[in-house]
Every structure is written in structure tokens, then in C-alpha cells.
């Protein structure tokens, strides 16, 4: 890719496949500079030499001489898309892409109803809208965790080979493995190009999606895929290990040393790609993610404030592990505390390596998700702890309810959005605490009935 000065500079990241239309062959890959030979000068009949001519700067091409340039595109019959492309192939051209790339990714795009005549919500998916006891039920199934543990054993070579390599366990990658995608059997058959190209129509996340579609670019450009190979999941995430293209243009690894990172048919350069990501994150080797716990009477459950202390003082105070005859191993000094069902659920020391799974998808319900399929594709099962799925819990109007009202009580709980995250819990925490109820944070009916009567 050659850049040169031209218009604006855009934004960063996008997603995955779509059918090419021919193009002239007079539209070459490289591109066609523009410029006005400076005027001759005839000299005056005096002594004095002549004067030095100006350079003229060469002009910033026109919309529509780039449209020349760019060439049209084939109607989607979809007027708001088109328009948008044309638009985006231009700003592209700008920021240095051939011709050629620019048209491989954007010809044949088709608009996706899922972006353009309906909401792609996210708290209607399932890490957000379920409650975390049945979204576990199926992520953390025992068809997922046998199947797991099939997969780990088939490529034991390989996992052990990327472990030594970058520090991951072979099983917290087969978990991604299987959380993504089933393990290599739902990859999604969406073209990425046409998924990334109707979300930035769409408009809420327009910087997002072009930014995507520019590594798109980025990724033919480099060699490292082919155009026929891009297919995504409805959102433009790729391969077995579902990838943005902007995460696999950044991290994405040939482990199978063929010249290309194929995340879609080689499990090796997909689960390769994931350690290295995780690697680069900031991954803890030897370190879990979690680690199952009970509490002892009578704590103080508003220490489960996301804050991290120190593994003696979680000691000091009672706290016991499950499974394990240690908190923690001894390379961890600090670890959260966390109650995702509240008071009467199982409870959780979070470490380092949480985080970094969460690099993967923001969603506490997803990290936990993975965490716990690790633990179980190893043999040890987690959690032990039931779950109190007869707890009456919040509708996700109810919540915006308790928000708004969190709010403008004082309690900042966020924006109003149905998704009783790490904001919302908080807020609703300290509101416990200060009028001296147990504080867990968990929003069940009689705590908004307790926020909406302001005591």
C-alpha cells in the first residue's frame, strides 16, 4: 500500500467478505498523480537575473474525478449504502489504498437487514440479557466441555507447543475455541465486507466498521488472506477464533508457516493467533483467571466492590478456596471479589488473567463463561456453589427503572441502557450501604422497591 496526501484521514478497524465485480483494466493499482508544470518565464532586458518561479501546488482532486478514478460501483439496491460506499472508496483512495483493494472489498457488498431494517441491540445478547446462571448453562454445557476436552486431546502437540510458546493453556484456548465457534463448527457464513459496510450505513458505530474495513484492506494488502477467504459472524468477527480484522492485522500468526494466516481453515494459525493476542495482552503465565471461594458468616459484602486487595487480607478475612488448598499461587499478589448472582450465589476471586479474556468481549458473564469451561476441560469442575435461579431478579425494563432512579438519587448508576453491569451494581452498592443494608449490589426486586422508596 502507497500513501500519499490527499483528503481526510479516517478511522480504525472492520470486518470480512464479499463477491468482487469486474473492473475496467484501465484501472490500474497504481495510482495517477496529478500535476501542473510551474510556468516558463521570459526573461526581462535588464541586468537583474530573472525572477525564480513559483512551484505551483498540485490540485486535490475532485469528487468527481476520483469517482473517474475509483471507477462505479454495481447498485446493492440499497440507496443509503451505495451512497456510503461511494463516499468511503473515495476517503480510502485518500489514505493510500490501490484501486484494486479498494474495489475487491467494496464490489458485490450487500445491505444486511440485521444493520438496516432492524436494532442490533446489544443488550439483547445473551451475555448481557440472560442471567448469568442460564447463559452458563448453555456456554459451559457437557456437550461443549466433552467436546473440549476431545478437541485438547487431538491436538495435545499443538497446545503444548503454543503454551511453551506463549503462556497460555492449552485449555483456556480450547475454551475460546469452543465458546466462539463451537469449536470450528459455526465460523459464521456472513461476507465481512458486506456486514462491516451496513453497520458504518447504519451509523452508530460507522468509525468503528470503516476502521474495519480499512484493516480489511490492510490484511489483502499484506498477503496475509485471500478475498474468497473473508467470511464473518454477523458483526465481521473471523474464523474459528473469531477475530476483527483489525485484532488479526495486529496479532493474527502463521504458525503453519505457509505464507499465510489462514484463522478460517487452519485451526493452528486460528488458535496460534488467539495465544498470541492473549500473549501480547498482558496474559500471567501459570496464573488462573478465577477461582472459586466461599465466604465465611457474617461478611461484609460490600467488599465485593471491584476493587483488588491483597491475597493475605482476603485470607485475614475468611475467605476459603474451592478445589484448590491455596487463594492464589504464589506469583499473584492481588485479586477482586465477585458475587455475580449476589449474596446467595457462588462467589469468585478474579485475577490478572480475567482481564485479559475480557480483551475478548467486555461482557464479566463471557470471561466467567470461559473461565469456567477451562476449568471443567481440565477436569476440575467449577462451580460448586448452586445458583439461585428462583431469586426474583429484574426485567431489563425493571433495571432501567432502578437506574434512572439510582441516578437521580444521586447514585450514579450510568447510562439508562437495561444492563445491570459493573455501574449500575456499584451504584446500587453504595446506596445499600449507606442506609446499612447488606450491600451485594445485585438488583432483585426488593432492591428496587427499597431505591424507589428512597430509604
Known amino acids: 500500500m502507497r500513501f500519499t496526501a490527499l483528503t481526510t484521514v479516517l478511522m480504525a478497524s472492520a470486518s470480512l467478505l464479499v463477491a468482487c465485480e469486474s473492473t475496467s483494466e484501465s484501472q490500474a493499482n497504481e495510482r495517477t498523480e496529478v500535476y501542473t508544470p510551474a510556468p516558463t518565464r521570459t526573461p526581462t532586458t535588464t541586468t537583474r537575473p530573472p525572477a525564480t518561479p513559483e512551484p505551483q501546488a498540485t490540485p486535490t482532486p475532485t469528487s468527481s474525478s476520483l469517482s473517474q478514478i475509483i471507477g462505479p460501483f454495481r447498485s446493492s439496491g440499497h440507496a443509503a449504502l451505495d451512497a456510503w460506499r461511494d463516499d468511503f472508496a473515495q476517503r480510502a483512495y485518500g489514505q493510500g489504498f490501490h484501486v484494486t483493494t479498494i474495489r475487491s472489498v467494496l ?4 445491505p444486511m437487514s440485521i444493520f438496516l431494517e432492524s436494532r442490533a441491540d446489544i443488550v439483547h445478547q445473551s451475555e448481557f440479557s440472560k442471567p448469568i446462571w442460564e447463559y452458563l448453562d448453555s456456554a459451559v454445557s457437557s456437550s461443549r466441555i466433552s467436546n473440549g476436552r476431545e478437541k485438547l486431546a487431538t491436538d495435545a502437540s499443538l497446545f503444548a507447543d503454543l503454551e511453551r510458546t506463549y503462556g497460555v493453556p492449552g485449555e483456556y484456548l480450547t475454551a475460546i475455541w469452543g465458546m466462539e465457534t463451537s469449536y470450528g463448527q459455526v465460523k459464521g457464513d456472513f461476507d465481512a465486507p458486506s456486514a462491516l459496510s451496513s453497520m458504518a450505513t447504519e451509523g452508530r ?34 474464523g474459528h477464533t473469531q477475530f476483527m480484522p483489525s485484532t488479526y492485522y495486529a496479532y493474527a500468526v502463521d504458525w503453519t508457516g505457509d505464507g499465510t494466516i489462514d484463522v478460517w481453515n487452519a485451526r493452528a494459525d486460528a488458535l496460534a493467533s488467539a495465544a498470541n493476542y492473549l500473549s501480547k495482552s498482558g496474559w500471567r503465565a501459570g496464573e488462573p483467571a478465577v477461582r472459586e471461594v466461599t465466604l465465611p458468616p457474617a461478611f461484609d459484602y460490600s467488599l465485593a466492590d471491584g476493587e483488588e486487595r491483597t ?70 469442575a467449577s462451580p460448586s456453589a448452586a445458583w439461585p435461579r428462583d431469586i426474583d431478579r429484574l426485567s431489563i425494563e425493571e433495571v432501567k427503572v432502578l437506574q434512572n432512579q439510582l441516578n437521580q438519587l444521586g447514585y450514579n448508576a450510568g447510562v439508562v441502557d437495561g444492563i445491570a453491569g459493573r455501574g449500575t451494581r456499584k451504584a446500587l452498592q453504595n446506596f445499600q450501604a449507606d442506609r446499612r443494608m447488606m450491600a451485594d449490589g445485585y438488583p432483585t426486586q426488593r432492591a428496587l422497591n427499597a431505591v424507589l422508596n428512597g430509604r
Open 311 to 380: 491475597i493475605p487480607i482476603w485470607g485475614t478475612l475468611g475467605l476459603e478456596p474451592v478445589g484448590y488448598t491455596e487463594l492464589a499461587p504464589g506469583t499473584v499478589n492481588k485479586a477482586e471479589l465477585w458475587l455475580p448472582a449476589g449474596k446467595d450465589g457462588p462467589a469468585f476471586l478474579l485475577f490478572t488473567n480475567f482481564r485479559m479474556i475480557k480483551t475478548y468481549n467486555r461482557a464479566d458473564s463471557y470471561a466467567l463463561a470461559v473461565s469456567l469451561l477451562a476449568e471443567n476441560i481440565a477436569g476440575r
Open 107 to 110: 464490489s458485490g457488498i450487500e
Open 205 to 238: 458505530r460507522r468509525a468503528f466498521a470503516e476502521g474495519e474495513l480499512l484493516a480489511l484492506m490492510r490484511i489483502l494488502d499484506r498477503g496475509d488472506a485471500k478475498r474468497e477467504w473473508l467470511q464473518a459472524g454477523w458483526a465481521g468477527a473471523m
